[in-house]
């Protein structure tokens, strides 16, 4: 009997085209709405991630001395980390078989000065060998390639740990005239003092790739030292772009006449352990007597930036998700219950020839049902054509504040197109059921004279 309600249900499509046509191309439409939606959520989400775990060096844990996530900058040598607290978090890590790699940073303000012009900097300090694993790491490269890379010159790790190199923002090495960085050990010209008025300023000064560099000693004394521009690279955030600068941390140890750190951060092999990492170091650092704050990458004190993005982009995504299943259950339910409302003597009669309550409802949701099976088809087809074209066009994508220089690539995974192909079904079949639940129970001699319209 079931075999022969299927037939009945494919034939009766035949008899509304139109009609089946326009649910179906809502179904199709708000289908491909989904993919595309999504796909572009996901990119974005995974971009977030690569940018403020890998590209902003941030981690998947951080490890601060207690209050020093709020007061490191303006009391240091009070809230960073000591030498005593690096060797013990070291031997902690060591001993935990869910980090793949881990360093401690150091982070600060000073001043870079091109002889003739001095501007404030923004300093991060990082051991060169930790750079290039972060930098090179597979999830970076995937979602984040290019975003915090060198426009010109050479990596940090590409020189001795100790070397005095030093990289630029392309910002700050606009302002500073050192937009042509050479490598250690090229002749970098006359060392004479270079008139800052004369017309040829410029020019040597862009020439010129050292810089020198001046701030305060955690213990609050002048300090400063010479420096050469190696590379300059953009920061992926116009705001940082022009005062930030990168060296290897044993040179901005020197700058800040200090062994210790800023904070310690820590890499996972599995991302998605990140809770468990999580109290797994919380309970070790306790347990060392360690006065310290272990945060994850995504606590809102940490990353407000990627926190206040990424709930953004989830309402957003929301709100729209939520447009097209009202759009989805309106038409579903108009078009059923028209279809109803012209067969109701049709449905009396099946039901006075012996068709049960329950057949008359499964008639009705096979109808539907392969509705949605064709739209949903001709909906993905549709949706991967537009997300391909898009995906190709290369609009460029800015989340202000956060990231920028990305590119418009909508990222949709099969449990992506599982998900909407399984919400768009379950909507439409429910919608229909709905409609046809109340017709179904109605009485037969009620049906056959229509005085149920």
């Not at 768009?424 to 149920?452: D, E, P, Q």
Request: aromatic residues 10%.
């Amino acid at each position: 009997m079931n075999f022969q309600l299927f037939k009945m249900g494919a034939r009766n499509l035949s008899r509304n085209v139109r009609r089946n046509i326009a649910t179906g191309s809502a179904l199709g439409l708000g289908f491909a709405g989904l993919l595309a939606i999504l796909g572009f959520q996901n990119q974005v989400e995974h971009s977030l991630r690569a940018y403020t775990v890998y590209g902003n060096r941030t981690g998947h844990l951080v490890v601060y001395k207690h209050d020093g996530l709020d007061m490191f900058e303006t009391r240091p040598f009070e809230f960073g980390l000591d030498t005593h607290d690096l060797s013990a978090l070291r031997r902690i890590t060591a001993t935990m078989n869910s980090v793949e790699f881990e360093g401690e940073q150091l982070i600060g303000p000073g001043l870079v000065s091109n002889g003739c012009q001095s501007l404030p900097f923004y300093a991060m300090g990082i051991d060169p060998q930790l750079d290039w694993k972060v930098q090179q790491h597979p999830y970076n490269l995937k979602w984040n390639a290019g975003l915090t890379s060198l426009d010109k010159g050479r990596e940090l790790w590409e020189y001795p740990s100790d070397s005095p190199a030093i990289s630029l923002s392309s910002g700050l090495a606009g302002f500073l005239k050192k937009e042509n960085p050479r490598d250690l050990g090229e002749d970098t010209g006359s060392s004479d003092p270079i008139d800052c008025q004369a017309p040829d300023a410029s020019m040597k000064l862009a020439a010129d790739p050292v810089v020198q560099l001046a701030s305060y000693s955690w213990n609050g004394l002048m300090t400063g030292g010479d420096a050469q521009v190696t590379g300059i690279f953009h920061t992926a955030n116009a705001y940082y772009d022009s005062s930030a600068v990168r060296m290897p941390i044993s040179q901005l140890r020197k700058l800040y006449g200090t062994d210790g750190a800023a904070y310690y951060s820590v890499w996972l092999n599995d991302p998605s352990k990140v809770d468990s990492a999580l109290a797994e170091m919380k309970s070790r650092v306790k347990a060392n007597g360690l006065n310290v704050d272990v945060y994850a990458w995504n606590d809102a004190a940490l990353s407000p930036q990627y926190t206040g993005m990424s709930g953004f982009l989830m309402t957003l995504v929301t709100f729209i998700a939520s447009i097209i299943a009202v759009v989805v259950v309106l038409s579903v339910s108009n078009s059923a219950s028209m279809t109803i409302i012209e067969r109701s003597k049709e449905i009396g009669m099946m039901r006075s020839l012996g068709f049960t309550r329950r057949w008359i409802r499964i008639l009705f949701l096979i109808e539907v049902a392969c509705v949605a099976a064709v739209s949903l088809v001709s909906g993905g087809v549709f949706g991967s054509g537009l997300i391909w074209l898009l995906n190709r066009a290369g609009f460029p994508l800015d989340l202000p504040m956060v990231l920028s220089g990305l590119t418009v690539k909508m990222s949709v995974s099969p449990a992506i197109v599982m998900n909407c192909a399984g919400s768009i079904f379950v909507l439409a079949i429910g919608s229909a059921l709905f409609s046809v639940w109340r017709v179904a129970k109605t009485n037969v001699a009620t049906l056959l004279t229509g005085s149920n319209h």
